[in-house]
Structure formats: C-alpha cells, structure tokens
C-alpha cells in the first residue's frame, strides 16, 4: 500500500514485480554512474585551461566513446528483454477470470466455475468503515488463492479502461471488442489495490481495483458461500 510522500516503488507481492524493482534499480545506478561521469568530464573542461591535442583529436578516443555506450546500451537492453518475455509467459494456470471494465465499474467472471461473477463498484466515502480507503475500497474483492498461476483475461464493454495492480506488477490495457490476458503469482497473503490507469470519462477516478489474495482452503469457502449467494 503506498503512503503518502513515498518516493520509490511499493512492495511487491509477486515475483515479476520483485524483477521490475531489481532492473530499476539496476538502470538506475548505471544513470548514476553516466551522470557522474559527464559532471566530472564537464568540470575538467571548465575548470582546466590547458587543452592536449590528442584527446581534441585522437582516434582512440572516438573508438572509446562509441564502445561504451553500446556496452551500457546492452546491459539495459538485456535484462529488460528477459522481463518483457517473463511477463508474455502464461504457463497452465491453476485459475482464470475475466475482468471487463464499464463506465465507471469492474465485472469479475470466474471462468472455471459456473455463475460465478459479480460486479465491483466504489464504496461511497459516506459508506465507509474506519480503517477502510478513501477511493480505493470496493463493494466486491476479486478474491484469489495464495502462490498459484492466476491468468487474468482483461476487455472493455464501452470505452478504453486499463487494469491496474501495482504492487503486483501488472497493468493491462482493457480494449473494447479485444480481449487481453496477463498472468500473476501472489507471493503471500494480503488485500492490493489498483485504479483504472486509462482516463475512461468523468468517474474516472472512481472505478479501485482491490485483489485479496487468501490461502486455498479460505478461497474453496469463499466460492462455495458465494455460489450459494447466487443461487438464492
């Protein structure tokens, strides 16, 4: 959950996004390293008066300044390719809903289960309970069982929406007549919330994701009181 002030990232509760912090830290500290370099080059330059020819011109020099941003170029490139092909993997999930964004509201369909989806508005500020957030509480969680290979299939039913969670790494764009999927594991249990990340019309603002991530036996409960919910 992010507070307010925070600076960096918020903890991550799955393994893609514990990647994505370890590769911005990684392209954050070659930054560093780059803009210390040119500050220490920019200061000798203003502050030495004397000038050596063979570094005005000099092939070596040239060979060296071509060669090492191509050498920093790859060590960005590299790691970020490996997480890009890391977040395209979807391997046998144990679990699949479909999330459809409306104006100004998330649906949830469980896949594996018959007549098992709800829809997910925005508690009203005057409706909450203390200790509950301002935003970002919903009526409905999208309820989820611990460590297991969730695949998310993400659409539209009116307007652009994008789906949203960023403590588990994940935004997918939810497209009308297109239907996107993306796949997460939750490394413990906990509630993560997210928003609408594509500006969708005056609620914008209006339409939280919350993720409660719970052990297996607690979902099988979950799913069973629900269905029985549905079914009266």
Known sequence: MAHPAQLGFQDATSPLMEELLH??????????????LVL?????MITTKMSDKLILDSQEIEIIWTVLPAITLILIALPSLRILYLMDEINDPHLT??????????SYEYT????????????????????????L???????????????VLISAEDV???????????????????????????????????????????????????VE??????????TALTLEEASL
Request: negative net charge.
């Open 137 to 151: 509480e919903a009526d409905h969680r999208m309820v989820i069982p611990v460590e297991s290979p969730i695949r």
């Open 40 to 44: 220490y080059i920019i200061t000798c």
């Open 160 to 210: 652009l929406h994008s789906w949203a969670v960023p403590t588990l790494g994940i935004k997918m764009d939810a497209v009308p007549g297109r239907l996107n999927q993306t796949a997460f594991i939750t490394a413990r249990p906990g509630v993560y919330y997210g928003q609408c990340s594509e500006i969708c019309g005056a609620n914008h603002s209006f339409m939280p994701i919350v």
């Open 213 to 222: 991530a719970v052990p297996l036996s607690h979902f099988e409960a979950w």
């Open 97 to 106: 809903i479909k999330a459809m964004g409306h104006q100004w509201y998330w």
């Open 112 to 135: 594996d289960y018959e007549d098992l989806s709800f829809d997910s508005y925005m508690i009203p500020t005057q409706d909450l309970t203390p200790g509950q957030f301002r935003l």
């Open 23 to 36: 590769f911005h830290d990684h392209a954050l500290m070659i930054v560093f390293l780059i803009s210390v």
